[in-house]
T-cell receptor
Framework: DAKTTQPNSMESNEEEPVHLPCNHSTISGTDYIHWYRQLPSQGPEYVIHGLTSNVNNRMASLAIAEDRKSSTLILHRATLRDAAVYYCILRGYNYGQNFVFGPGTRLSVLP | DTGVSQNPRHKITKRGQNVTFRCDPISEHNRLYWYRQTLGQGPEFLTYFQNEAQLEKSRLLSDRFSAERPKGSFSTLEIQRTEQGDSAMYLC?????????????FGPGTRLLVL
């Protein structure tokens, strides 16, 4: 039902870039790709979203494949505070009114 | 901007008791969502409100669960006759817009433990 596939866990060294992949082969033309993250003992927080073009904001970059069947969240320089569970979510008119979260990718950042 | 707040942050109760959680959304956000999250899983949708109207309920929301949003401001989620399986984090989120792309702002959650 989540319609996205992410690795269960990833590790990164502090100050290095991190590429978090997400597969969404059944994406439709009007679906937005959203990324949220959840730090320990907190609610999820918005990271970034995109439709077709790559997107940048102060937190991260989102690279979307040309066929839109996959995307990659890029953290340019991981810090210890980026250790969290990262969720890739499709959202569009076909999915009703709520976000459907999968289990996400647990990112560990090593000092 | 004070963000979404939820109270209490933690609740321990005995099986069979009733509990009520409160969510205060960001001011002027007309959409409000409730999610439940168990250990190791992503949040699961329970229900959402557009202003004071409850527009969608998940099949997860059994008849022991009820949610209200009087006057379209704060919302309450009540669980009657709690069961151990209700132990989870209950998250509230609010959103200012109706159409895509929608950004939801989550509160810190209420962690419920049913003994």
């Amino acid at each position: 039902d989540a319609k996205t596939t992410q690795p269960n866990s990833m590790e990164s060294n502090e100050e290095e870039p991190v590429h978090l992949p997400c597969n969404h082969s059944t994406i439709s033309g009007t679906d937005y790709i959203h990324w949220y993250r959840q730090l320990p003992s907190q609610g999820p927080e918005y990271v970034i979203h995109g439709l077709t073009s790559n997107v940048n904001n102060r937190m991260a970059s989102l690279a979307i494949a040309e066929d839109r069947k996959s995307s990659t969240l890029i953290l340019h320089r991981a810090t210890l505070r980026d250790a969290a569970v990262y969720y890739c979510i499709l959202r569009g008119y076909n999915y009703g009114q709520n976000f459907v979260f999968g289990p996400g990718t647990r990112l560990s950042v090593l000092p | 901007d004070t963000g979404v707040s939820q109270n209490p942050r933690h609740k321990i109760t005995k099986r069979g008791q009733n509990v009520t959680f409160r969510c205060d959304p960001i001011s002027e956000h007309n959409r409000l969502y409730w999610y439940r999250q168990t250990l190791g899983q992503g949040p699961e949708f329970l229900t959402y409100f557009q202003n004071e109207a409850q527009l969608e309920k998940s099949r997860l929301l059994s008849d022991r669960f009820s949610a209200e949003r009087p006057k379209g401001s704060f919302s309450t989620l009540e669980i009657q006759r709690t069961e151990q399986g209700d132990s989870a984090m209950y998250l509230c989120a609010s959103s200012p817009r109706r159409f895509e792309p929608e950004t939801q702002y989550f509160g810190p959650g209420t962690r419920l433990l049913v003994l």
